[in-house]
């Protein structure tokens, strides 16, 4: 799966979230992390999830959800 199909799903459930009205932190967090990882440079599935942790916009919390 390539960086732009994970973004995809990120950004998907960020909207499922907004329309059911679920936390609204965590919606704005998977929309930026949909972002960084939309414009990150090297194949994020072929990273470990501490270095997803490091990668500006994701943070330790949605690395762990891959």
Do not use: C, W, Y
């Not at 973004?7 to 009205?21: G, K, S, Y």
């Amino acid at each position: 799966m390539d960086n732009r199909a994970i973004a995809d799903l990120f950004e998907e459930t960020a909207n499922l979230l907004e329309l059911h009205q679920e936390n609204e932190f965590k919606s704005k967090a998977l929309k930026s992390a949909a972002f960084a990882i939309s414009k990150h440079p090297d194949p994020l599935n072929e990273m470990s999830i501490a270095d997803l942790a490091n990668v500006k916009g994701i943070g330790k919390s949605i690395a762990a959800l891959s």
